[in-house]
């Protein structure tokens, strides 16, 4: 490995100046995924700011008008087992659990998750479906972005020289939604996703009110499937629903080839996990 | 991986049978091409730059012409290394040119591989970028001769 400088800032508003100051820096929090691109020596960093040793930045928090927000340097198993997040988020909490593994929950950060920017993640995909919204913060100020406005394709955000993002924020998603995510691995079961799938349901009754479906792990960034949402309104989910969710999902996304399976695969199991992820999410998903 | 396709640019082949044997022009439609220069009859020396979000590669390519049908057909093969990242890039090439009732048909079929570090770790990545450079090369080649 090729030696690189560290900085080690104790404050948000010196980690962006030193991010600002040095447009080759890149931050790094829990380093899970960008230690992995060193060692395999794709990546040559020639400085890197760490940002572990900021205090206050970890809070998970729940307010009823606007729901959850978690500290950028949260880590996936603080997410996952926190009671907040449980009651009234449990996708997230899923989405958060079927990481990886242990170890790596205790060290990857929701910051470091979704600044990273790699399409093959779980918890993107669960956050894009719940409307997340994302905090950029500099020295001076923060703006607020739409997760799935900010994730712009591999390995690249709409973060700004010197920006980080603060922390995420999830609206509260309302009365009566159920929720389901569902994630598909070809390899071990601690691997990435080769298929991961959010949904979302509003039923009365047998009825779907309202949907929302996203597919992640098979394009640059998850796929919204608005025509599903669409057209599942007013429909009970019958095998015959599910079944032409399924044709239309395979359909509507055009997958990228991988380790973790060819396109012709992938758009296949995408149509299976959506109607997979809906059955789960109208049986078993938690009504909120 | 293969890249494949064809565009229509709107001037006579003569004309773009000569802006492709004029490097600099060649070398300001490729997308990250930041120098381009002619060795010997057959050979060019080339640097590539690429980006996939804070991920770089640059490659010092070596290209050597195999074949040339003037003003049809020219099959080059080129091949680079990035020692930083040591990652090896591997390319044949085949341009072809014909003539179309709006200017010129340029159909290209090229036979990429990225090997080492990058090819293991990055392949749809790559994939991703090859496509963007093939579109931008196609708007470039479009613009730098229309009205030809």
Not at chain 1, 8 to 19: G, H, K
Not at chain 1, 46 to 71: F, Q
Not at chain 1, 210 to 221: C, I, K, P, S
Not at chain 1, 268 to 286: D, P
Request: charged share 20%; with cysteine; proline share 5%.
């Amino acid at each position: 490995m090729r030696r690189f400088e560290l900085l080690e800032p104790e404050s948000f508003a010196a980690a962006s100046a030193a991010l600002l100051e040095h447009p080759e820096a890149k931050a790094i929090a829990g380093g899970t995924a960008l230690l992995i691109l060193i060692k395999h020596g794709v990546y040559v960093p020639e400085l890197l700011v760490n940002l572990r040793k900021i205090r206050g930045m970890a809070d998970i928090t729940w307010d009823a008008a606007s729901g959850l927000r978690v500290g950028a340097l949260a880590s996936l198993n603080d997410i996952e087992r926190s009671p907040l997040v449980r009651e009234h988020l449990p996708m997230l909490a899923e989405a958060c659990h079927v990481v990886a593994n242990i170890r790596i929950r205790n060290l990857a950060t929701i910051g470091g998750n979704v600044s990273h920017g790699d399409y093959q993640s779980d918890p993107p995909t669960a956050l894009v479906a719940l409307g997340a919204v994302v905090e950029l913060s500099t020295a001076t100020g923060t703006r607020e972005l739409l997760l799935a406005d900010f994730l712009l394709g591999p390995y690249e955000t709409a973060l700004e020289p010197g920006e980080l993002v603060s922390a995420v924020r999830v609206p509260p998603p309302g009365a009566g939604w159920r929720s389901a995510y569902l994630k598909f691995t070809t390899r071990s079961s601690e691997d990435r996703p080769a298929v991961g799938v959010a949904t979302l349901l509003r039923l009365d009754g047998e009825t779907v009110r309202e949907a929302r479906l996203v597919v992640g792990a098979v394009t640059v960034t998850p796929s919204r499937m608005t025509d599903v949402e669409s057209y599942l309104g007013g429909r009970s989910l019958d095998a015959g629903t599910l079944a032409e969710v399924g044709r239309m999902v395979s359909a509507g996304i055009q997958p990228i080839d991988d380790i973790r399976g060819s396109a012709a695969y992938k758009r296949r199991l995408a149509g299976v996990q959506a109607e997979r992820a809906l059955e789960l999410c109208s049986t078993m998903g938690a009504a909120r | 991986m293969i890249l494949e396709g064809q565009f229509t640019i709107p001037a006579p082949q003569d004309r773009v049978w000569s802006a492709i044997w004029d490097i600099p022009t060649l070398a300001s439609w490729v997308p990250g091409c930041t120098s381009a220069a002619q060795v010997d009859a057959t050979t060019y020396r080339a640097h590539l730059e690429q980006q996939v979000g804070f991920l770089k590669a640059a490659f010092d390519l070596l290209l050597t012409v195999v074949e040339t049908q003037e003003p049809l057909l020219i099959r080059l093969h080129g091949e680079g290394e990035d020692r930083k990242i040591r990652s090896n890039i591997q390319a044949e090439i085949t341009v072809k040119l014909e003539p179309a009732p709006d200017g010129t048909l340029l159909g290209y079929h090229i036979d990429v591989s990225v090997l080492g570090r990058l090819g293991a770790l990055g392949f749809p990545l790559i994939q991703r970028k090859a496509k963007e450079i093939e579109a931008e090369f196609a708007r470039r080649a479009r613009a730098g001769l229309a009205g030809g």
